[in-house]
Each structure stands twice: as structure tokens, then as C-alpha cells.
């Protein structure tokens, strides 16, 4: 019987998960952000957590100027990711898998289980994050978007 699955990138992945990011076009992005208003600049990095990569997307720009009759509310205001999931569908063998965990073989890849891997995925939302002049912070979602090497760039906006 064959499965689908998510499947997330790890350390020894550092490579596929390099590839990817440095092939994104990230014009579309940006051409969203402004059709919403915003022109600043983004920083980008990959980072692990909990042993699987995602990416730090923000705008390195303050935005206070742009909240108008707010502004004095606010001590900065910034795009920020909040969630970024960097994954790949693959198809395998359930019936293999489940015999290799019957057997003890945990260390068999994903070939061993005549596994199909489809297109990564980006998911991102991008917030508003903002610290208010007296205390406190918190943001708003501003749009979600997804982006795979075969559809480009899906926008959500919210």
C-alpha cells in the first residue's frame, strides 16, 4: 500500500535544503509586499529547529512611518516570519516501512522503502510585529504564502 507524507528537512539535508533557498525567485515576494504598501528590504537565513530546518524571514526596515495616526503607539514596527515549514511530499511503500520497523531496521533511507519525493515546499506567514511605545508587543498577520520550484509563488492574504 503506498503512503503520502510530509516529509522535513534535517542536518544531513543541508545541501538539498541550500539549493532550494538559493534558487528562490523572490521577486514575486517582494512585488506582493508592495502591492500592500510595503518596500523594505528582507533578510533571509536558514536555521535548525529541533533538528529541522525552516527559514527567518524579516524586513529590515522600520515601518513606524507607515502606521499613520498610530505611529506614536508604536516603538517599531516590523515584517517578521511567524512560521515558516520547509517540507517535500513523499510517496513510499507502507508495507515496506512497516516490515523494515518490524525487523528493527531504523536505519534504512527513504530508497529502501521505494519512496517518489515531490517538490519542497515553502510555507511562510509574514506578521506586522510591533512594540508599542509603552510596553508590550504583539503582531498581525498580514498574508500567508506558499512557494514550490513548479507553481512559484501563492499568496494568501488574510
Not at 515576494?29 to 524579516?58: C, M, P, S
Not at 516570519?81 to 520497523?101: I, K, M, R
Amino acid at each position: 500500500m503506498r503512503k503520502v507524507d510530509s516529509h522535513f528537512f534535517g542536518v544531513e539535508e543541508e545541501n538539498v535544503v541550500k539549493n532550494f533557498v538559493d534558487n528562490i525567485d523572490w521577486k514575486p515576494f517582494h512585488e506582493h509586499l508592495q502591492e500592500l504598501g510595503f518596500d523594505t528590504r528582507l533578510e533571509v537565513v536558514t536555521y535548525l529547529d529541533a533538528g529541522k530546518y525552516r527559514l527567518r524571514i524579516r524586513g529590515t526596515d522600520d515601518l513606524t512611518d507607515k502606521t499613520g495616526i498610530m505611529a506614536p503607539c508604536f516603538e517599531s514596527v516590523h515584517l517578521v516570519d511567524f512560521g515558516t515549514f520547509l517540507s517535500q511530499s513523499v510517496d513510499y511503500d507502507e508495507d515496506l516501512y512497516q516490515a523494515a520497523l518490524k525487523q528493527g531496521e531504523y536505519d534504512k533511507g527513504w530508497e529502501a522503502f521505494d519512496a517518489v519525493f515531490g517538490p519542497i515546499h515553502l510555507f511562510v506567514n509574514i506578521d506586522l510585529r510591533y512594540v508599542l511605545s509603552h510596553s508590550g508587543e504583539n503582531g498581525m498577520r498580514l498574508f500567508s504564502a506558499e512557494y514550490n520550484t513548479e507553481d512559484g509563488w501563492l499568496f494568501y492574504d488574510n
